[in-house]
């Protein structure tokens, strides 16, 4: 900061410099003393720079010699030279660099200037900156500076006149912004007061207790009031003149910017009091005096300073009252009159207008208007200011319609009564058109204008302080303002008012210790015992505050809302009428809020109707607290016209049109006749009647009656009719016939309706007082309603409604309402007409039963006084006869079971009796409420119940099930079955105790026959729940059948346990097995067509439903199940039955009658429950079990504790079989083999081919893979005495089975869409999982081995399926694959022989059926042969029966077929099965033991690997790199094998098979292109490694360097001879291409065939020469020359690769070029 200011001061030193250098300059010629002042200024800049380090002070010090050359120049008037030292002198005030004297010379220097008047802009802009930028300037320098800009404010050019104004204005605030500094540095010091008398002594010198720049402020301030009132001033000498507007604005822009000056000093304070007071007075005055006079002489034409000079006036009285209003309270209310008068008709519109906008800026400041109310209206003798300043305003609105031309001279509309602008020529204007909101009453119509939001004030009249003359006044605008100003008047005492009575409510609270309430509820005004204890003095002020106010408010609001046209508008009225009524009913003011609650009813109905209705509803005695309105107020509204009762419905008043049309609602004086039309703002004013009596419950009391009255008139209009709770809904269109409602006003009822619940739900929140205030409003509603009922006149309904809803919710202090609710609501059910009785009994049942429900504290039952209240309306209803009444009770005794059932003894017997008697002849409604009270009783009371009434609960609950009226109750009844069974588990001990003290009360079953012992009671109990369920099983209807069934089976599986051993013998052969034989019959005879097969009941069925056939095969399954699970579950008890092998047989015959049913679903579910009867365990289920079984019936139920239940003595108990006894019996092979027996007929039966072309059905996949996937689980029970024939029972089923084609409309969902995503079907796995059981089997028994090549065939058998699809019958089908070519097809057709076959097969292309896709199976079966043949290959079975030469005949196919297979994946399987099988059987055959049993295997073996190597079916065209090399990799695998496995071993080979072998390596030895054309270019048959790897062991077995033998060497020879003469074949054609080819060359595969030739035959020889002499006899070595001349033909060649190979080959033959010698051996 010190480098800046040395920066800084160095560069005014040098500016200064230049300007007196430039001053010098100007001034050498003609004025030679400023030349030389300026060069000993610049010596004196010089040496104080030179002296001082803190230059700017230095400068302060010798200002004045700085400044002398400046000031001389200023003086010669020269401009140049003037302008120079103007802009020196600015830089050293800006800078600070100036002494107070010598900005005194400045200022004299400035004088003279602008007496000149040289450069007046230059030396305003010196005086501002001087006089901003410093403090230096003080006292008389001040004003002299001041009085400047003044008089170069009266310049005649308007420019320097502007700019001295708001230089004027800066200077004046400057002045007193010093003062707020000064203040600010001696904040700590104290004020020293001044002297009353010193201050009235009219001295012109400033009191003494000011400080300097105060003084100065206050001299400022007492001049600017002395040139305003015309008066010469004591400090600003020189000033002459000043227009009293300018005074006036300074003196607002002071008194509004520097209140804390004003306020703080009493001597300013002292000038407010004494100099402006008075002054705003006095200038008032004339302007009022010459007001009268011009109104006494004629029209009144205002002279041009009365508007600006009362506009300033008006501002400067806006800012006293807001600023100063609590030093100037006398003064205040003298000001406040003065406002009230203004507003007064003889005064000019703009001059109302202008104390209009004053008044709304007072209005919106409550701390104001209270004051104004505590100062002026609390007082004895005081003027009413705030009650004059409502009244004024009300005043002013009515004079706007009743005068409209007197009154609106000074608007835009030049006299005359202004028209609604929404109506031309009587016609409303077109749509589209918003109209503009107004004000219409009585013809007048007059705009409502925007002019501020609420809460804020925004004058425009104020704020012209440009205009000279009077405005012309906006049409509607003075309406507009004093319409907002009234709004805010209401806001302003309304939150003055609420704010500080929850102050006191929170000081309450905290004092008493309550913690302060969250607002989770409406706000309903309970503030009583908040006004009895709050300070009197606080609750006067408030009861005045509305006192003052309400009927001026009422008065003009009334009026308002009768002429407005605007929603918005009428809003605002409506909110401010809704307020001022609860602020008179907080404050206990009676009178005035009834008067308020009056004036919205009245508006909510059409204007005649109102008088008529609420005349009559108006209650006649009502205490009046408060202040009273008197005839002058009252009067004000209605002195002029019809007031608000009247009807000012305008043409072009849109929220007066009308939006519904309805009828009178009739009463005890009659009905009014014809329609009763309601408008917008009548429905505007019910929703504001709502937002009331919601908001503000607390505080109508007997105005309740007047509010219900009302909405229930309007509501009858609508047509709104009580619904269900006691709600209002919008009628149906026939109630309506004679309404009309728009469809804005049909949107909006759901609306009102809803808003009329909350209202009563709302209620909940009232005290006890305003409740019962409340319900005698309602109740008296209804009893004239009761009246108007009795004259056979439509009653409404609204109170009853009401009662209702109000009952329903104030449940909490039923002890409140209870009895005058219901004791009124008993009376209207006894009344005559049926609408108004049936909701009497609606009402009563409805808070019965709510009440019963309702949680209280303490508990209901423990209330007995409590409960006795509730329950005697519902025994009082039992004195009134009308049948709906009875109705109404019995639907009611739902909720008194629920609640008080357990009251009940032995009296449930006989309430049984009465539920159980219900029959279909007594109508769908008494059954549904006694099924309801029958829910109740079997749900809730079952414990408290006598045991001998269980029994009567199970066939009342039959009685239910079989009934036909209503299909839902019938089910609901079968699941109460299963809740009762479930109870009778639970809490068997207790009932079996009971039953055994009741045993003489309870029926015994006639289930059981004469020879048969007595069934215990208990039994008794579960045999009479078991023989209903069974009677419901065979119902007529569907439904019933099944959910019943399911029950049944449900409950016997768990909680079979508790059943004695020799009831289960009744529970089969008196309930299973007879209710089997009824769905059987039934099913049989039931129809196929689609005729009444919903049972009575309209609704949708399935297709797989929609006959009787169909649904009563579901039941069939279902039973059929059920019994299965029934067997399988209780195994341990139905052993141990002498009859069971009976029983057993006996349900295998159902279960393969179904199964072999034409129903797909009899016949499928038929074999589960097979599988379900197979999957036995070793001993019981424990109830855990049981009951997780029995949920797989769609059954909840929970788990019992494991007990032990007391039955008879052991004496009567049967005899129990011991657990070895239990095995044996379950071991008998009879019980199995009835089982395979019943097996193999259901496979060999249901697979039976058809023996024609066409079916319409075939077995299903999923029934078929059922079928199989049972007999591992039988197997595991048979195997012991399972023999060949039976394997070739399972294998025909099996073949049969899988052949089975699907249907085309399935094959999407289960055949694959490629062979790439092909699995093995269920059905498929299923298949080889028997196989799998059975060879297992054979494994692992030694009496069974002789079945393994049986096994093997059958594998074998499914192998052939991946190439030859088998057939099922004559069916055609077709194959559907993506991914078979042309070469399989062909294939397959000379593997066909038979012409008709494939004349046949091709006709199946276009079949109904669909052939399985086999290639995923049978490439499993050889997986799985191959794994059983490496296990068993040494097996005598299997080599006497030569498994392995067989598996090599089925290999042909796919090997032989190679890349032509459907699948790529089978011959690749086919290779590497045969390989890993080779490994395991070449050893076994070659074993001189068992060769007896290959000797024809091995030309099998010999043709299979031809048939690969060197397959007919090349590559396809699309095969990649990576593909071709890893099937080369498969052939070289081959080529291995019979290296490692054939030729070592080759002496114990048969010879033709060996020539076979080497004849194969031979060919594949030398590779070569497929075409024999030189110029075939494809090269994807070349298979280098393959033809490496047999030259390779071809050489290996060609010679060897050690002795050989004589087998040994036939081989060496075979093959030498063999390799030598294919070398021979390929050169000798190479030669003859090339010579053909010409110029062209041959392709690369040709080339590189002859370059591996040459190679093989250099490797070769070289070889032969190092063979030892035996090795290698003279036809080797003849053939070794023989090739010399093809050699040397192939010289021609012109590829390097093929030269470099031939050279190397030639030169082996230097050695046999040698002369022959005697001696030479093997070329040597």
Same mark, same amino acid.
């Given at each position: 900061?010190?480098?800046?200011?040395?920066?800084?001061?160095?560069?005014?030193?040098?500016?200064?410099?230049?300007?007196?250098?430039?001053?010098?300059?100007?001034?050498?010629?003609?004025?030679?003393?400023?030349?030389? $002042?300026?060069?000993?200024?610049i010596l004196r800049i010089r040496t104080v720079v030179a002296k001082n380090k803190n230059i700017i002070p230095a400068l302060v010090a010798c200002s004045g010699e700085i400044m002398q050359p400046f000031l001389l120049g200023c003086d010669t008037k020269n401009l140049r030279i003037v302008q120079i030292c103007l802009a020196s002198i600015q830089r050293l005030i800006a800078k600070q660099a100036l002494s107070p004297a010598a900005g005194a010379n400045v200022?004299?220097?400035?004088?003279?200037?602008?007496?000149?008047?040289?450069?007046?802009?230059?030396?305003?802009?010196?005086?501002?900156?001087?006089?901003?930028?410093?403090?230096?300037?003080?006292?008389?320098?001040?004003?002299?500076?001041?009085?400047?800009?003044?008089?170069?404010?009266?310049?005649?050019?308007?420019?320097?006149?502007?700019?001295?104004?708001?230089?004027?204005?800066?200077?004046?605030?400057?002045?007193?912004?010093?003062?707020?500094?000064?203040?600010?540095?001696?904040?700590?010091?104290?004020?020293?007061?001044?002297?009353?008398?010193?201050?009235?002594?009219?001295?012109?010198?400033?009191?003494?207790?000011?400080?300097?720049?105060?003084?100065?402020?206050? %001299?400022?301030? /007492?001049?600017?009031?002395?040139?305003?009132? $015309?008066?010469?001033?004591?400090?600003?000498?020189?000033?002459?003149?000043?227009?009293?507007?300018?005074?006036?604005?300074?003196?607002?822009?002071?008194?509004?910017?520097?209140?804390?000056?004003?306020?703080? #000093?009493?001597?300013?304070?002292?000038?407010?009091?004494?100099?402006?007071?008075?002054?705003?007075?006095?200038?008032?005055?004339?302007?009022?005096? #010459?007001?009268?006079?011009?109104?006494?002489?004629?029209?009144?034409?205002?002279?041009?300073?009365?508007?600006?000079?009362?506009?300033?006036?008006l501002r400067v009285v806006s800012v006293l009252i807001n600023k100063y209003y609590s030093?100037?309270?006398?003064?205040?209310?003298?000001?406040?009159?003065?406002?009230?008068?203004?507003?007064?008709?003889?005064?000019?519109?703009?001059?109302?207008?202008?104390?209009?906008?004053? %008044?709304?800026?007072?209005?919106?400041?409550?701390?104001?208007?209270?004051?104004?109310?505590?100062?002026?209206?609390?007082?004895?003798?005081?003027?009413?200011?705030?009650?004059?300043?409502?009244?004024?305003?009300?005043?002013?609105?009515?004079?706007?319609?009743? #005068?409209?031309?007197? *009154?609106?001279?000074?608007?835009?509309?030049?006299?005359?009564?202004?028209?609604?602008?929404?109506?031309?020529?009587?016609?409303?204007?077109?749509?589209?058109?918003?109209?503009?909101?107004?004000?219409?009453?009585?013809? +007048?119509?007059?705009?409502?204008?925007?002019?501020?939001?609420?809460?804020?004030?925004?004058?425009?009249?104020?704020?012209?302080?440009?205009?000279?003359?009077?405005?012309?006044?906006?049409?509607?605008?003075?309406?507009?303002?004093?319409?907002?100003?009234?709004?805010?008047?209401?806001?302003? +005492?309304?939150?003055?008012?609420?704010?500080?009575?929850?102050?006191?409510?929170?000081?309450?609270?905290?004092?008493?210790?309550?913690?302060?309430?969250?607002?989770?509820?409406?706000?309903?005004?309970?503030?009583?015992?908040?006004?009895?204890?709050?300070?009197?003095?606080?609750?006067?002020?408030?009861?005045?505050l509305v006192n003052a106010s309400w009927c001026g408010v009422l008065a003009a609001l009334s009026l308002l809302l009768e002429a407005c046209t605007d929603e918005t508008g009428t809003q605002s009225i409506l909110k401010s009428l809704e307020v001022y009524a609860s602020l008179c009913g907080k404050l206990g003011m009676t009178v005035a809020r009834d008067a308020f609650i009056t004036c919205l009813c009245k508006a909510s109905l059409p204007p005649h109707y109102a008088l008529t209705v609420l005349n009559i509803a108006t209650p006649q005695n009502i205490s009046n607290k408060g202040h009273k309105r008197n005839v002058s107020r009252d009067g004000l509204s209605n002195q002029h016209g019809q007031g608000v009762d009247g009807n000012s419905n305008e043409p072009g008043d849109g929220r007066n049109q009308v939006v519904a049309v309805g009828?009178?609602?009739?009463?005890?004086?009659?009905?009014?006749?014809?329609?009763?039309?309601?408008?917008?703002k009548n429905i505007q004013c019910m929703r504001a009647i709502l937002s009331v009596a919601h908001c503000h419950g607390g505080i109508l009391g007997t105005a309740w009656h007047l509010v219900l009255t009302t909405l229930q008139h309007l509501a009858w209009i609508l047509g709104l009719k009580p619904s269900t709770g006691g709600s209002l809904k919008v009628s149906g269109a026939s109630e309506t016939a004679n309404s009309v409602i728009t469809t804005a006003v049909m949107g909006e009822l759901p609306i009102l309706s809803a808003m009329l619940s909350r209202l009563f739900e709302s209620s909940q929140y009232l005290d006890e007082v305003a409740l019962h205030h409340l319900i005698d409003a309602l109740c008296k509603l209804s009893s004239e309603s009761m009246e108007i009922a009795y004259a056979n006149k439509e009653p409404s309904l609204f109170a009853v409604a009401k009662l209702l809803e109000t009952g329903l919710v104030n449940l909490s202090r039923v002890e409140v309402l209870w009895r005058p609710v219901t004791a009124h609501l008993l009376e209207v059910c006894q009344h005559s007409h049926s609408r108004t009785r049936d909701w009497g009994a609606e009402a009563v049942t409805s808070l019965i039963k709510a009440s019963l429900a309702y949680k209280f504290q303490p508990p209901l039952h423990e209330n007995l006084k409590l409960q006795t209240m509730l329950l005697s309306p519902l025994q009082e209803l039992s004195v009134i006869q009308h049948p709906d009444i009875r109705q109404k009770q019995l639907e009611c005794v739902l909720q008194v079971l629920h609640n008080n059932g357990e009251t009940l003894a032995h009296g449930w017997p006989l309430v049984l009796g009465v539920i159980g008697a219900v029959s279909d002849d007594q109508g769908d409604n008494l059954i549904r409420t006694a099924f309801k009270c029958f829910q109740l009783v079997t749900t809730d009371f079952l414990p408290i119940m006598p045991r001998y009434g269980l029994q009567i609960c199970i066939s009342v609950a039959a009685k239910f099930g079989l009934q036909k009226e209503e299909l839902n109750i019938s089910l609901t009844a079968v699941g109460l079955l299963w809740n009762i069974s479930d109870y009778l588990y639970q809490n068997r001990v207790s009932i079996c105790e009971g039953l055994e003290?009741?045993?003489?009360? +309870?029926?015994?079953?006639?289930?059981?026959?004469?020879?048969?012992?007595?069934?215990?009671?208990?039994?008794?109990?579960?045999?009479?729940?078991?023989?209903?369920?069974?009677? %419901?099983?065979?119902?007529?209807?569907?439904?019933?059948?099944?959910?019943?069934?399911?029950?049944?089976?449900?409950?016997?599986?768990?909680?079979?346990?508790?059943?004695?051993?020799?009831?289960?013998?009744?529970?089969?052969? #008196?309930?299973?097995?007879?209710?089997?034989?009824?769905?059987?019959?039934?099913?049989?005879?039931?129809?196929?067509?689609?005729?009444?097969?919903?049972?009575?009941?309209?609704?949708?069925?399935?297709?797989?439903?929609?006959?009787?056939?169909?649904?009563?095969?579901?039941?069939?399954?279902?039973?059929?199940?059920?019994?299965?699970?029934?067997?399988?579950?209780?195994?341990? /008890? =139905?052993?141990?039955?002498?009859?069971?092998?009976?029983?057993?047989?006996?349900?295998?015959?159902?279960?393969?009658?179904?199964?072999?049913?034409?129903?797909?679903?009899?016949?499928?579910?038929?074999?589960?429950?097979?599988?379900?009867?197979?999957?036995?365990?070793?001993?019981?289920?424990?109830?855990?079990?049981?009951?997780?079984? $029995?949920?797989?019936?769609?059954?909840?139920?929970?788990?019992p504790k494991p007990e032990r239940i007391k039955r008879t003595t052991s004496n009567d108990m049967p005899k129990v079989k011991s657990s070895n006894e239990i095995e044996v019996v379950m071991d008998d092979f009879t019980l199995w083999s009835t089982a395979w027996r019943v097996w193999h007929s259901i496979g060999i039966n249901g697979t039976k081919p058809p023996t024609s072309k066409t079916a319409k059905t075939l077995p299903s996949q999923a029934f078929l893979t059922t079928l199989l996937q049972i007999f591992p689980t039988l197997f595991q029970h048979i195997k012991a005495k399972f023999v060949a024939s039976d394997f070739q029972k399972l294998s025909r089923v099996l073949q049969c089975a899988v052949s089975v084609p699907i249907h085309a409309d399935a094959s999407p969902f289960i055949l694959p869409s490629s062979m790439l995503d092909a699995e093995l079907t269920g059905l498929q796995e299923a298949a080889l999982n028997a196989i799998n059981c059975v060879s297992k089997a054979v494994g692992a028994s030694e009496t069974m081995q002789s079945m393994h090549p049986a096994v093997f065939d059958q594998l074998l058998t499914f192998v052939t399926y991946a190439c030859q699809a088998p057939s099922f019958g004559q069916i055609e089908t077709r194959v559907i694959s993506k991914t078979a070519t042309k070469q399989s097809a062909e294939y397959l057709h000379s593997w066909i022989q038979c012409k008709e076959k494939w004349e046949s097969f091709r006709g199946c292309l276009q079949a109904e059926w669909v052939s399985?896709?086999?290639?995923?199976?049978?490439?499993?079966?050889?997986?799985?042969?191959?794994?059983?043949?490496?296990?068993?290959?040494?097996?005598?079975?299997?080599?006497?029966?030569?498994?392995?030469?067989?598996?090599?005949?089925?290999?042909?196919?796919?090997?032989?077929?190679?890349?032509?297979?459907?699948?790529?994946?089978?011959?690749? %399987?086919?290779?590497?099965?045969?390989?890993?099988?080779?490994?395991?059987?070449?050893?076994?055959?070659?074993?001189?033991?068992?060769?007896?049993?290959?000797?024809?295997?091995?030309?099998?073996?010999?043709?299979?690997?031809?048939?690969?190597?060197?397959?007919?079916?090349?590559?396809?065209?699309?095969?990649?790199?990576?593909?071709?090399?890893?099937? *080369?990799?498969?052939?070289?695998?081959?080529? =291995?094998?019979?290296?490692?496995?054939? =030729?070592?071993?080759?002496?114990?080979?048969?010879?033709?098979?060996?020539?076979?072998?080497?004849?194969?390596?031979?060919?594949?030895?030398?590779?070569?292109?497929?075409?024999?054309?030189?110029?075939?270019?494809?090269?994807?048959?070349?298979?280098?490694?393959?033809?490496?790897?047999?030259?390779?062991?071809?050489?290996?077995?060609?010679?060897?360097?050690?002795?050989?033998?004589?087998?040994?060497?036939?081989?060496?020879?075979?093959?030498?001879?063999?390799?030598? /003469?294919?070398?021979?074949?390929?050169?000798?054609?190479?030669?003859?291409?090339?010579?053909?080819?010409?110029?062209?060359?041959?392709?690369?595969?040709?080339?590189?065939?002859?370059?591996?030739?040459?190679?093989?035959?250099?490797?070769?020889?070289?070889?032969?020469?190092?063979?030892?002499?035996?090795? +290698?006899?003279?036809?080797?070595?003849d053939q070794v020359i023989d090739l010399y001349p093809t050699l040397v033909d192939c010289t021609t060649c012109t590829s390097t690769t093929v030269c470099s190979a031939l050279r190397d080959v030639l030169s082996q033959y230097h050695d046999l070029l040698l002369p022959p010698s005697s001696a030479m051996q093997n070329g040597r």
């Open positions: 900061m010190a480098t800046v200011d040395v920066v800084s001061a160095k560069k005014l030193v040098e500016n200064l410099q230049t300007d007196l250098r430039a001053l010098s300059n100007e001034a050498k010629k003609k004025y030679p003393p400023v030349k030389e $002042a300026a060069e000993a200024g200022i004299n220097m400035l004088w003279n200037l602008m007496d000149s008047g040289i450069e007046d802009l230059k030396v305003l802009q010196t005086t501002l900156v001087l006089v901003t930028t410093s403090t230096v300037v003080r006292g008389n320098a001040l004003a002299r500076a001041i009085v400047i800009c003044f008089r170069l404010h009266f310049s005649k050019d308007n420019t320097i006149s502007n700019t001295a104004s708001a230089i004027v204005q800066q200077v004046v605030c400057t002045v007193f912004e010093r003062v707020l500094a000064e203040d600010e540095a001696n904040a700590a010091g104290a004020e020293d007061d001044a002297e009353k008398n010193v201050l009235k002594s009219n001295s012109r010198l400033p009191p003494k207790s000011l400080r300097p720049c105060a003084t100065d402020a206050y %001299l400022l301030f /007492q001049d600017l009031c002395q040139l305003v009132n $015309a008066e010469h001033p004591t400090w600003l000498l020189g000033l002459t003149e000043m227009s009293r507007t300018f005074g006036l604005e300074l003196l607002e822009s002071l008194l509004n910017s520097f209140p804390q000056v004003f306020l703080r #000093h009493k001597e300013f304070s002292f000038l407010l009091k004494e100099r402006v007071c008075p002054l705003v007075i006095k200038l008032f005055s004339p302007s009022l005096k #010459h007001k009268q006079n011009m109104m006494s002489t004629g029209p009144l034409v205002a002279d041009k300073p009365y508007f600006p000079l009362n506009m300033r006036l030093i100037l309270v006398t003064e205040s209310e003298i000001f406040l009159s003065l406002l009230v008068k203004f507003l007064e008709g003889d005064k000019p519109m703009w001059q109302r207008i202008l104390a209009l906008e004053v %008044l709304h800026k007072l209005c919106v400041q409550l701390k104001l208007l209270r004051s104004f109310c505590q100062s002026y209206d609390m007082k004895a003798h005081s003027t009413k200011i705030f009650a004059n300043i409502v009244n004024a305003l009300g005043s002013f609105i009515q004079s706007l319609f009743v #005068h409209p031309i007197v *009154e609106r001279q000074g608007s835009t509309t030049d006299g005359g009564i202004t028209s609604s602008p929404g109506i031309v020529g009587s016609m409303s204007v077109g749509g589209g058109v918003t109209p503009q909101p107004a004000f219409a009453y009585k013809g +007048v119509w007059i705009p409502l204008i925007n002019v501020a939001a609420t809460g804020s004030a925004k004058p425009v009249f104020l704020e012209m302080l440009d205009k000279l003359e009077p405005p012309t006044v906006p049409d509607g605008y003075g309406l507009s303002i004093a319409f907002t100003c009234l709004l805010d008047v209401v806001r302003s +005492v309304s939150a003055i008012v609420t704010s500080e009575l929850e102050a006191e409510q929170r000081r309450k609270d905290k004092e008493q210790g309550v913690s302060p309430k969250i607002n989770g509820g409406p706000v309903l005004d309970r503030n009583d015992a908040v006004l009895d204890d709050v300070d009197p003095s606080l609750k006067n002020l408030w009861e005045e009828t009178a609602l009739p009463t005890v004086q009659g009905t009014q006749q014809g329609p009763v039309m309601l408008t917008a003290k009741e045993s003489n009360l +309870v029926e015994g079953t006639n289930d059981s026959s004469p020879n048969e012992a007595p069934v215990p009671p208990f039994d008794a109990l579960w045999l009479t729940l078991y023989s209903k369920q069974a009677d %419901l099983c065979v119902d007529s209807r569907p439904a019933v059948r099944k959910s019943a069934g399911q029950t049944l089976f449900s409950t016997i599986s768990a909680h079979g346990s508790l059943l004695q051993q020799t009831t289960w013998s009744t529970v089969l052969w #008196h309930v299973l097995f007879p209710l089997l034989d009824k769905v059987k019959k039934l099913s049989g005879a039931a129809k196929q067509d689609k005729s009444d097969v919903s049972g009575g009941v309209n609704i949708l069925i399935h297709h797989s439903r929609d006959t009787a056939e169909k649904q009563w095969a579901e039941t069939k399954v279902l039973t059929l199940a059920g019994v299965a699970r029934v067997f399988n579950t209780w195994r341990q /008890q =139905l052993i141990l039955l002498g009859d069971f092998p009976r029983a057993w047989a006996l349900l295998l015959e159902h279960i393969e009658a179904s199964a072999l049913s034409t129903s797909n679903e009899v016949s499928l579910n038929a074999l589960k429950s097979f599988q379900e009867i197979l999957q036995l365990q070793s001993s019981s289920p424990s109830p855990k079990v049981a009951l997780e079984r $029995a949920t797989s019936f769609e059954s909840n139920i929970s788990a399985m896709n086999y290639v995923p199976f049978a490439e499993k079966s050889l997986s799985m042969t191959t794994s059983l043949y490496k296990k068993t290959a040494t097996r005598p079975a299997v080599m006497e029966q030569q498994v392995l030469q067989n598996i090599l005949r089925v290999l042909q196919m796919p090997l032989g077929l190679k890349y032509a297979c459907p699948s790529a994946s089978t011959w690749k %399987l086919a290779v590497t099965s045969l390989l890993e099988i080779l490994h395991v059987g070449l050893p076994v055959a070659r074993n001189p033991a068992y060769s007896k049993h290959f000797k024809s295997m091995w030309l099998d073996l010999a043709a299979a690997l031809e048939l690969f190597l060197f397959s007919e079916h090349p590559a396809p065209a699309t095969l990649s790199v990576e593909e071709q090399q890893q099937d *080369e990799a498969m052939d070289v695998n081959v080529v =291995l094998l019979i290296q490692n496995e054939v =030729l070592p071993y080759s002496t114990a080979l048969p010879p033709q098979f060996t020539a076979k072998i080497m004849g194969l390596l031979n060919r594949g030895s030398i590779h070569s292109a497929s075409s024999s054309s030189f110029l075939d270019t494809n090269n994807t048959e070349l298979r280098e490694e393959f033809a490496k790897t047999c030259f390779e062991t071809l050489l290996r077995f060609s010679f060897i360097t050690q002795s050989l033998v004589s087998e040994e060497g036939a081989i060496t020879k075979m093959a030498m001879s063999a390799l030598l /003469q294919r070398c021979q074949e390929v050169l000798r054609k190479y030669v003859e291409d090339e010579r053909l080819s010409g110029k062209c060359p041959l392709p690369r595969s040709r080339m590189a065939e002859i370059s591996f030739v040459l190679k093989a035959l250099t490797t070769l020889m070289e070889s032969l020469k190092k063979a030892q002499s035996g090795n +290698v006899d003279v036809n080797t070595w």
